[in-house]
C-alpha cells in the first residue's frame, strides 16, 4: 500500500482570513449557529476526510470591533458534529493551564463515546495574559505551562486506562455490573494535581482518545515527541517545514516511539480558484478587505510591540524573540520579515490570510501541487487545511483538491477505518493497568 | 387561563430505580450510548414536558460493582440531545465547588446557543468526600461550599450579561462587526474569584440559560430564595411538601422577588401499571432485585454509620443530624425511618425507587390523583418525574399519565413556547450592563 497523506479540516468561523466576514460569500451571522458548523463537518466527512479541528483562546482580547467572534465553545460545538457525521474525527483544543484534569478526562472520554471513537484533544497550554485574568492568576511562564501540562497529561491518561476494557459484565442474574478489580484508582500525587480516580465514565472505543499538540517553541517540540499523536504546525517554507518535520521525528527515539507513532501536519490556507486568474481575483478581495487596524493590534500582541499606521509602510522594528507568550510563531513571523523584506503592510496582508500559517493560491491542479511536493519531500504527513472562507473555501477544496489527491494514488476514496485513530494510522492503546498491555488495532 | 403544572423528566441511566438494570424491561449496555438518551429525549418531547433533567456527581465512588454507572458527563451529552429534539428544555448539573466560573458561563451560553435558548444549570455544591479527592483538595464546608456557589453565580451572571443583546453590528461595508461600547468586562474581584470577562461567546437566545438547585438545607434554601428559578426537591409527605413549598416562597420577598419567580419542583417516582395490581406486580418485581449490600453501603454513606447485614431486621441506629455532607436528605431518610417505625431492610426497600424521593405506584389515573393532589395544595409548582426504568417507564408516564393530566385542564397540549425560560413562565433577564434593562417575553 502506497503512503496515504491526513487532511484535518481546521474549522474557524466563516473562514480563515481575518476579513473572511466581510466578503459577499461569507455570512457573518452564523458564528454561534450550529447548523454552519454541522454543515462544515458534513462537506468534511463527503471528502472523507480524516477530521475536523476547533481551534481556542479563553479571553476576547478585544478583538470583535473588527473580526467575527464569539462564537461557541469547541468541545460543546464538537458533540453537536459528533451527532450529524458517521466517521470524520473530531478534535477539540483545551487547556492544561485552567482547568482540571479530571474534567478534562471525562468530557473526552464522553465525547469518545457520543462519536464511537473519534475524539481527539488538541493540547494547549494558553499563552496570553488575557486568558489568565480570566482565571485570577498571573500567567504562569512558558515552562512552568509545560510543566504542568505534561502531568495533567499524565492524569487524564491515567483516568482513560482506570477502567480496563474487560471491566463491564452487566451480569444480571449474579447482581454484579462491573468487576471492581478491573477499575483502579489512579492515586496520583504529584507537583500540580492529586487526583484520587477512578474516572466516573467506562472505558471509549478508542481506549485514549487522539493526542494533538502544537506548539513549536523548544518546551513544544518537546512534549510533543513524548506525548503527542499528530502534530499541527506554521511553516512558511519547503525548507523550514523539513527541518521541522526532521527534528521532530528525530526526538521519537529518546522516548521509545517510532517515527511513524507522530503525524506531522503543517497548516495551508488554499485559496482556490478554476483558473489561477480567479484564485488570485480572490486573493485580492479578501486583501482589499483587510481592516490594517485589525491587523496591526494583532502585530502588535504577536511581537509586543506597538505598532501603529505610522509603522505600515517601513519595515518591522527590531523584535526580541524571546518571550513566555506564542514564542515559536513570534519567530516564524519576524523571519518572514526579513526573508523577505516585507514593509509592515505587506505582512499584515501576508499574514491576514492564515496568522502565519502558509497561503497557497491557485488551481486545484497547483494545491494538490503544493501538498505532493511536502509530502513527498520529508516536510509533512499530511496537512491541517485552513480554508479562507466557509463554508465555500472547504467545498472546493473537497470538491476539486480531493479528487486530484486522490487521482494522484495520494489519498483515501472513502472511509475503510471506524476511528480517528484508525484514520491517522494508530494504535488503540492498551490500559496500563490491564494484565495484557498490547495494543490491538482497531 | 388556568394554572398549568410544570414537568420534568429526570433521565438517569436506564431508570431511577437501583435494580433498574437487572430488570428484563432495562438494557444495561445502553449506559454509555447516547442514542438511548436521544431516545428519551424525543419521548419527553413527544410529551410536551417543560424539560430533560440530568444529574451528576464527580467520583464513582465504589457504587459501580452494583449498578450500571459510568455513563456521560451531562454538559456533553445535553449537546446531543439537543441536536435531537426541538423545544424541549436541557438541564444539567455543574457543580460550583470544583469548576472554575468562566468555563462554566461559556458552556451554558453555547449550549444556549446551540439548542435556541432550551439551556439550564442544575447548580450543585458537590457534597462528598470522594470529589474533592478527585481534584485534590480537603472538601470544603457546607457553608464555605455555599459561600463560593453564590460568588460563583454572580460571576457566571455577568460574563453572561457582559454582550448586551444588541452589541453585534456585522457591519460588512464599515468593517464593524461588534460595538465594543456595548461588550463590557465585568472585572470582578472577590473572595473565590477574580475575572476579567468579557465572556467570549455571545450574548444567547435566553439571555441566561435558566438556573436550578436541589440542596433542600437552610443554607440551600436561602441560596435558591436568592438565585434559583426552579427548584428540585425530595418531599415524602403532603404536609412536609406543602412547608418546604411555604417557606420557600416566603423566603423570596427578602430579595425583592415575586412568588412566581421560582418553581417548586418535588421529585416523583411513579411506578405505573394499567391496574393498580399490575403496578403492584412491578413493584415487586424491582423490588426483588435489590442487592441489600448495596443499599447498605448507600446507606451507611448518606447516614455516616457502618451499617451491616446485621442492622437489617433492626431499626436504623441513632445518626446525627448536622453534616458537611448531604444534609437535608440525610434528614429525610432519618425521619423516614422514624416516621413509619421501618427496619433498616424496609427502609432500603423505601429507598431503592428513589434515594428519599417519594414512590408513587399505581394506575395513570392514581398517578394524577397524586401530581394533582399536591399541585392544588400548595405543594408543588410541577413535578421532577423520576421513572423507575428507562425508556419504558418513561413511556408510559408520557402515553397515560400525561394525557390524564390534560384532560384535567392540568398541562399543555402542545408547546405555545420556544425557550426553557418560556416554557417555566419565566422572563428573559436583560443584561445588567444595558441602559434599558426591563425584561422581555420571549
Redesign the interface.
Known amino acids: 500500500m502506497t503512503r496515504k497523506l491526513h487532511l484535518n479540516a481546521f474549522l474557524m468561523g466563516v473562514g480563515h482570513h481575518e476579513a473572511a ?2 466578503h ?1 460569500r461569507s455570512e ?2 452564523k ?4 447548523r454552519h458548523y ?1 454543515e462544515l463537518a458534513k462537506i468534511a466527512e463527503r471528502g472523507a476526510l480524516d477530521s475536523v479541528f476547533l481551534a481556542d ?4 482580547r ?1 478583538k ?10 469547541p ?3 464538537l ?2 458534529l ?3 457525521t458517521e466517521r470524520i474525527g473530531l478534535i477539540a483544543t483545551v487547556s492544561t493551564t ?3 484534569p ?2 478534562v478526562a ?2 473526552f ?3 469518545d ?2 462519536s464511537g471513537g473519534r475524539a481527539g484533544w488538541n493540547i494547549v497550554t494558553s499563552a496570553s495574559e ?1 486568558e489568565a ?4 492568576i498571573e500567567r504562569p511562564a512558558h515552562a512552568a505551562r509545560y510543566a504542568r501540562a505534561a502531568e495533567f497529561l499524565d492524569v487524564v491518561t491515567k483516568l482513560w486506562d482506570s ?1 480496563e476494557d474487560d471491566a ?1 459484565l ?1 451480569d ?1 442474574a449474579a ?4 468487576d ?1 478489580d478491573k ?1 483502579h484508582p489512579i492515586d496520583h500525587t504529584g507537583e500540580h ?10 472505558r471509549t472505543p478508542q481506549g485514549r482518545p487522539l493526542l494533538v499538540q502544537a506548539g513549536s517553541s523548544e518546551d513544544g517540540k518537546e512534549f510533543a515527541a513524548r506525548h503527542a499523536e499528530a502534530v499541527f504546525t506554521a511553516q512558511q517554507t519547503l525548507q523550514d517545514g523539513q527541518e521541522f518535520y526532521a527534528d521532530l521525528k528525530r526526538r521519537l527515539a529518546a522516548y521509545g516511539r517510532r517515527h511513524d507513532e507522530l503525524l506531522v501536519l503543517p497548516g495551508i490556507s488554499p485559496i482556490i480558484g478554476s483558473t489561477e486568474e480567479e484564485a488570485r481575483a480572490l486573493e485580492r478581495e479578501l486583501d482589499e ?1 483587510i ?1 490594517p487596524a485589525y491587523g496591526l493590534a494583532q502585530l502588535s500582541y504577536l511581537t509586543g510591540i506597538e505598532l501603529t499606521e505610522e509603522h505600515l509602510d517601513g519595515p518591522l522594528p527590531d523584535v526580541p524573540i524571546e518571550t513566555e507568550g506564542a514564542q515559536s510563531r513570534r519567530k516564524l513571523v519576524v523571519e518572514l520579515a526579513r526573508r523577505e523584506r516585507l514593509t509592515v503592510r505587506q505582512l499584515l496582508s501576508r499574514l491576514a490570510g492564515g496568522r502565519g500559517h502558509r497561503v497557497v493560491t491557485g488551481t486545484p491542479e497547483q494545491i494538490a501541487d503544493q501538498l505532493q511536493e511536502w509530502f513527498f519531500n520529508g516536510a509533512a504527513d499530511g496537512f491541517n487545511i485552513m480554508p479562507p472562507l466557509l463554508p465555500s473555501g472547504l467545498e472546493v477544496f473537497v470538491d476539486h483538491v480531493v479528487p486530484e489527491l486522490r487521482a494522484r494514488g495520494l489519498f483515501r476514496h472513502e472511509y475503510d477505518t471506524r476511528t480517528l485513530r484508525a484514520h491517522y494510522g494508530l494504535p488503540r492503546p492498551p490500559s496500563r493497568y490491564a494484565a495484557r498491555r498490547e495494543p490491538v488495532a482497531v
Open positions: 466576514w466581510r459577499p457573518p451571522g458564528i454561534a449557529d450550529v454541522q483562546g479563553l479571553a476576547l478585544g470583535v470591533r473588527h473580526n467575527a467572534l464569539g462564537g461557541l465553545e468541545l460543546t460545538l458533540t453537536a459528533a451527532t450529524v485552567y482547568n482540571e479530571f474534567h471525562r468530557k472520554a464522553s465525547l463515546h457520543i488575557a485574568a480570566n482565571f485570577g477502567w463491564i452487566a444480571r447482581g454484579t455490573y462491573a471492581t477499575i494535581f492529586s487526583v484520587k480516580g477512578p474516572l466516573n465514565t467506562s478587505l481592516i
